[in-house]
């Protein structure tokens, strides 16, 4: 749900209350997902069974699967961000490097691929510098204008104590606003910042906002339910009734049966009417495994995530290992088309301050170029070859791209460049000329 509001109107605690609401009904959802995620999946909360009746509550956790096994395919490599100007590149990997950015963004993805979006938020430290943290939407939330852009407008962010007092921030393209705590919303005290912008980011997993794994929500639930009641078959037939019929049994008897597991029948003139046997219940174990295999397979294809655990994908060759991951490398490429244009807004606002970049450059974040790396097994040799094939016909800088093992290119573009003169220095130094044998004769 994106919320919207009319540019020209003003920004009063009654607006910033409503939103509030709207977003309180969104919590349910968020929360769902999140138990999900988490292991408190809906069959631990179901009603209880009969005491006579096995009871098992199993959870697979596909939900956190499916999360961690895309999140560690797009962005268990970190981000490799760089512009041509060295000095706005220094620049950038100063602040990357004083926020612990690859660990954040690393966070940011997988609280999108739970919730659908999630939010960063930039704000200046005691000691000026700009900082950025992440944020779930269970306390935030951004409103945009009503224009068809749908730029941000005010961003809130809240929290709710035991007597339903409301207090927080409200973050508009100027201003930090306060929410004292107290029963109804009010704007407080007002503090100005220079980001140019509203300075919460939302990052989404796709333009629906739509968890990773919540187009299979259903059938994961299924699963459980299912495996659940497997167990539970196995613990009926672990203590399947006795039936003994045409002979009667006292207690005695039914202890002795029960502790030296021996049944003796005498006394009856008919020992041929006695029936001993277990009483079984219809078997199902050919139709539950039908259900779970199909179940299993659906999860998979419709998440569009591997099965990383499949025996198959550590034998197939490199490009049928591609077409495995095709589905969920399309969900990466517009993953992170949303992430670039996160980032983009991030450092438009960064270097709209003198302290972190020179005015001269503040729009120099256009530049900034976004390298993206699928985190799969690599194959060095080849990599290394194709590298190799590429000199003479692209840049260095395309060239050493190739190659999964270079984290920062400028770096390392940088370090050969050094090394290079180094050698020509050590190739070109002055050797003192040896005599020349002529001159000796005539000397002599």
């Known amino acids: 749900m994106v919320f919207t509001h009319p540019r020209e109107e003003e920004i009063t605690a009654e607006v910033v209350e409503e939103f509030i ?10 929360t769902r997902l999140k138990d999900l995620y988490e292991s408190d999946a809906p069959i631990l909360h179901m009603d209880e069974k009969p005491e006579h009746k096995p009871d098992n509550r199993l959870v697979v956790n ?25 000095g706005v590149n220094e620049r950038v990997n100063d602040f990357l490097r004083r926020n612990d950015t690859d660990d954040s963004v690393a966070e940011l993805s997988k609280m999108t691929s739970i919730y659908g979006h999630a939010f960063e938020y930039l704000y200046q430290d005691e000691e000026s510098d700009t900082c950025l943290i992440y944020n779930t939407p269970l306390d935030m939330f951004i409103v945009y204008d009503d224009t068809i852009a749908q730029k941000p ?53 796709n333009e629906e906002r739509q968890s990773v794994f919540e187009s299979v929500e259903t059938m994961i639930n299924a699963y459980d339910k299912a495996l659940s009641e497997k167990a539970n078959d196995v613990d009926y037939f672990a203590d399947a009734y006795l039936a003994i019929l045409g002979a009667e049994i006292d207690e005695n008897g039914m202890a002795r049966i ?22 079984d219940k219809p078997d199902g174990d050919a139709s539950q495994e039908h259900l779970l295999d199909r179940l299993e397979k659906k999860i998979h294809k419709i998440s569009m995530t591997a099965d990383i655990n499949d025996e198959a994908i550590g034998a197939d060759s490199g490009v049928a290992l591609e077409f495995k991951l095709q589905p969920m490398k399309n969900l990466a490429v517009m993953k992170e088309r949303k992430f670039k244009s996160g980032m983009n807004r991030r450092f438009k606002m960064v270097f709209n301050l003198t302290t972190n970049m020179e005015a001269s450059k503040k729009d120099e974040w256009i530049h900034l170029n976004y390298k993206f790396t699928r985190n799969i097994p690599r194959n060095i040799a080849d990599e290394a070859e194709t590298a190799g ?44 000329n040896p005599p020349n044998q002529n001159e000796e004769d005539d000397e002599q």
């Open 62 to 86: 596909y939900a956190k699967y499916i999360t961690d096994t895309f999140n560690g395919y797009f962005i268990g490599i970190p981000v490799k961000i760089t512009h041509d100007n060295e």
């Open 258 to 279: 029960r502790d030296n597991r021996i049944i003796n029948m005498f006394g009856t003139d008919d020992v041929s009417k006695i029936i001993v046997e277990f009483l």
């Open 153 to 205: 407008l005010f961003a809130v962010r809240y929290k709710e104590n035991e007597e339903g007092q409301i207090s927080g921030q409200v973050f508009t393209e100027e201003k930090e606003i306060a929410i004292p705590e107290a029963d109804e919303v009010a704007l407080g005290d007002e503090t100005t910042h220079y980001y140019g912008n509203v300075p919460i980011i939302e990052y989404i997993e």
């Open 389 to 432: 094939k590429l000199q003479g016909i692209v840049s260095e800088e395309t060239q050493l791209g190739v190659l999964s093992m270079v984290e920062n290119i400028k770096e390392e573009m940088e370090r050969k460049r050094k090394e290079d003169e180094d050698r020509d220095e050590f190739v070109n130094r002055d050797i003192p």
């Open 21 to 30: 609401d709207l977003h309180k009904a969104q919590l349910p959802r968020y």
